[in-house]
């Protein structure tokens, strides 16, 4: 089960516990009850957020059909991210006396055409932005809101306001240029070649930020952030924000 879902039978125990007050407690649609217990239920949600396991082939698992599927997957998204919604931090969280290092990431899609702001000139493919933030020894800190892909990560880190918290210190790439960040020395216009002391404090800097591509390697072993998201456009965001909570909530145990 926890190849299948990121969870040990304990751990899903545990985790139903904190869903089933957000259930309802009768299961009806279109006057049928539902096939699947409460705990199967979240075991094949899990299994899709932790996979990108298409609907059709959990249908099969199951012994459902997909439309049902395709509703319990809608339905507990939300119910995770109501009931594990304590579990992430805010900007709030972020220890003023602490240094944090800063990367972002996007989280691929289709390529919706109804929808060209998704679109990242970057990575040349279409999906949303996040943010992520860990401390010096690699452990997760804060993730934004998803962000349009097009977001420069500059943009997106401003508009998350955690900058202006005050008191902590961020690293990050050259793409965080002129925010206040430690960043990477550029050349100035004209200049052929970096000091060597800017080159070493530059070395210094992507040794430092190791930790936070670890970060982001290790949230995205949730293969639903990894890989083409293939559920409607609105439902996009809602997904992201409840893997982050099943994230945070499983490093908490």
């Known amino acids: 089960m926890y190849a299948t879902t990121g969870f040990t039978y304990r751990q899903i125990l545990d985790l139903t516990s904190l869903m089933r007050p957000f259930i309802p407690v009768k299961q009806k649609w279109n006057g049928r009850r539902m096939k699947l217990t409460i705990h199967n239920q979240i075991v ?20 459902v059909s997909q439309p049902t599927i395709s509703r319990i997957i809608t339905r507990l998204t939300s119910v995770i991210e109501r009931a594990l919604a304590d579990w992430v931090p805010t900007g709030d969280d972020l220890d003023p006396r602490n240094s944090y290092i800063v990367d972002g990431t996007l989280v691929p899609a289709w390529s919706w055409s109804d929808y060209p702001e998704d679109y990242s000139g970057k990575h040349h493919t279409t999906g949303l932005n996040l943010q992520v933030a860990c401390d010096t020894v690699g452990r997760l800190a804060w993730i934004s809101d998803p962000l349009p ?7 997106a880190i401003r508009e998350s306001n955690i900058l202006e918290k005050g008191g902590a210190s961020y690293v990050g790439d050259k793409g965080y240029i002129g925010l206040g960040m430690i960043t990477p020395i550029k050349k100035k216009p004209g200049q052929i070649h970096l000091s060597e002391r800017d080159k070493v404090f530059n070395r210094e800097i992507h040794e430092i930020r190791y930790v936070i591509e670890r970060a982001i390697s290790h949230l995205k072993n949730w293969r639903i952030l990894h890989t083409d998201y293939r559920r ?7 997904t992201i924000t409840a893997v982050i909570s099943l994230h945070f909530y499983k490093l908490s145990l």
Request: charged share 25%.
């Open 232 to 238: 409607p456009h609105r439902t996009h965001p809602q």
């Open 149 to 155: 892909g097009s977001t420069h990560d500059a943009k």
């Open 44 to 63: 094949a949600t899990l299994a899709y957020l932790r996979n990108n396991t298409t609907q059709d082939e959990l249908a099969e698992r199951f012994d």
